[in-house]
Structure formats: structure tokens, C-alpha cells
């Protein structure tokens, strides 16, 4: 009789990995299981802590129900990408047309159809240190090489160009930008982008900016979008979505946007490839992309929690001051996005295994954070923390990560 074998995953995934929802967060659910508290402070899901989606994008989606049974056009509803494409407009990223704009069910499908339509085996991609990680994994699972370029955390963690421009090789196809930053909180000036599409320009590379949290900003800081920036023989790869800056994470709404007109021209077979991808899942879902309208020519109630006095803005602030306040780490004030990424001092905590610092805090506090070398940082000295929890609760939080780090060495 024949021995079985081990069913064994695909060797696609060897190198494809998403901590943000990985060993740590099962021991979470184990501890849930047993019936403890557990603050999740690892990924950034707006709804959990009180953020809901305002109530006329509900209503929209509710009533257009009916008509959304059946599959819509491979790239979305023309009514949504009309919308999206006079937010492009708004944005000031010149010559985007109904067939340049991609919805998807969220931008996490698009990124990967972006990747699997442009990456050959060896093929490498310049994304930023520290990332968030799906880009990485998206790069990974395409069969490209992701190339990790560094920020600089005493630069208010912008881009190293040199670092950037040392790591171009004949291989590389492709530079990502995540602009506002995830985990960072980082949001680049125009000249440090112009800078990054110079570069890109220079070596005709794609350009991939990531901007979902473009309107989570904080201190009378603008963001400018990559497109608005390039010129017109450079495809620069637009991603945006519902999900922050709407509440709306669980529709899955997002979108891709191509631009410079020259580029699309000499991007022809790579767009055919797109739309091949579009076509294969038949299209996203439908009754989320009747929220996609209502949500950019409504009020933009972002506004309201992101100004002095509002919820976000609050807890942005308090994350950043006590965070500085414990002995040790420090953290750089993040101008956009739900997150910070402190420092603990290596001389300090020499923390070897940052994992096992996350997992510790996890079974003591019951506070369940992410590594840093989970967003592909090279050293095991930084956490990522979500800011939003209510106020309260991110002091209590905080309190006890501090009289954690107080006893805490590796």
C-alpha cells in the first residue's frame, strides 16, 4: 500500500509572508478562545473602534441593491469610475479616461493583478523599507525579486535616494511609493517625490504609488499625488480606495488608475495584460462600487476627525507624546495614515527577536501590536501601533506598554 505524502503548499509562497495577520494574532485567538480581552493593535480596521461609514453611502448601496445582481463591466460600474476619474481631476493627474481606471475588491486584488501583469521570474521591484507588506508578497507571489529600498527615520523617514538609485540593476522594472506611509505615518513633499520619478524616469521604470490614506492627514500637511507630478512619458499606477478614509473596509472597494498619456502607448501590452486580469475574475463587487460615487462627491467627513478636535487628529497625539515619554524609544510624528512606528533603543532593550518582543507583550498585557520586521524593516528595533482606539484606551494601552518595556530585556 502506498505511503501518503504530505500535501505541501505551492513554493510560490516560499517567500511570501503577511505578519500583520500572522503567529502572533493565532495566539491571540486562542487567548480570545479562552475568554480573555485582547486590544488589537495590529491592523488598521476602522469600524471595531467606533469608525463607521457615513450614512449615505450606506443608503446608496442599500438602495441600488436591486440593480447589482449581475456582473458589471470587467473594470467596474461606469457611474463609480466616472466619479473616480473627476477625483483625478480634482487631484489634478492630467489625461485619466473611464477606460484607464480599474475597480477592484479592494486595492490588495489590485495590487497583485498589477504585479502578475508586469513581473517575469527575476524581474525586481524596488519597494520601500519599511513597506507594507503585501507589496512585498505581491512581488514574491508574481515571481518577481522584491528589492528593499530604505527611509530614513531621522529624515522624517523620507526615501534614501542614494540607497534607491544603488540598488537599480538591469532587473528592475518597477519602484513603489506609499505615500501617505504605512507604518510610518510619512508623508512626502512634492520635491522628494519629483525626486523619486526622476530616478524612476531615468531607468523607465513603472511607478506604483500607493495613496489610500491620502486624506488621513494631520498639521496642515498636503499630499500631492505621484500622478499629478510625472510627466507624460512616465506610467505611473494610481491605488486608492474606501476603505480608511471612509470607514468602508469591509466593502472591498477600491481602485487603480493609469497615467501618462505617452506611457500608455508604450505600455499597450502591459494594459492588454491588465486588462486579461480584469476580465479573469469577471469584476468586482458590485454593490460596494455604488458607494464609490456618493462617497467622493459627498461631504468628506474625514475632515471633521483629522482637524484639531477631531477623534483621529486626538489620537494621533497621544500616541506620539507618550510614546516619546517612555524611557528608551522614540518616535518620529506621524504627518498622515493610523499608525506609528517607535524605536525601542537596541542599547537599551537589545531586542534580538522582535517577534518574540510582540508575543511577550501579547501574553502579559494582553496588548496584541506587529513587529517592525514585519514590514520588511532589516533590524528587530521597531513596533507598528494602530491609532485608533478610543483616547482612553490608548492611554491605558500605552501606560502598559511602557511598564512592560520597563522590566522588558532580550
Known sequence: ????????KSHKLDNVCYDIRGPVLDHAKRLEDEGQRILKLNIGNPAPFGFEAPEEILQDVMRNLPTAQGYCDSKGLYSARKAIMQECQRKQIPGVGIEDIYIGNGVSELIVMAMQALLNDGDEVLIPAPDYPLWTAAANLSGGRPVHYLC???ADWAPDLTD????????????VLINPNNPTGAVYPPSVVRELLSIAREHNLVVFSDEIYDKILYDDVEHVSTGALAEEDQLVVTLNGLSKSYRCAGFRSGWMILSGNVAKQQARDYIQGLNMLASMRLCANVPAQHAIQTALGGYQSINDLVLPGGRLRAQ???TYEKLNAIPGVSCTKPKGALYAF??????IFNIQDDQKLV???LLQEKILLVQGTAFNWPEPDHVRIVTLPWADQLEDALDRFARFLSRYRQ
Open 1 to 8: 500500500m502506498d505511503t501518503p505524502t504530505t500535501l505541501r
Open 359 to 361: 508575543l511577550d507583550l
Open 164 to 175: 534607491i538609485r544603488n540598488k537599480i540593476t538591469s532587473h528592475t522594472r518597477a519602484m
Open 316 to 318: 494621533r497625539d497621544i
Open 152 to 154: 530614513d527615520e531621522q
Open 342 to 347: 517607535p524605536k525601542l533603543d537596541p542599547a
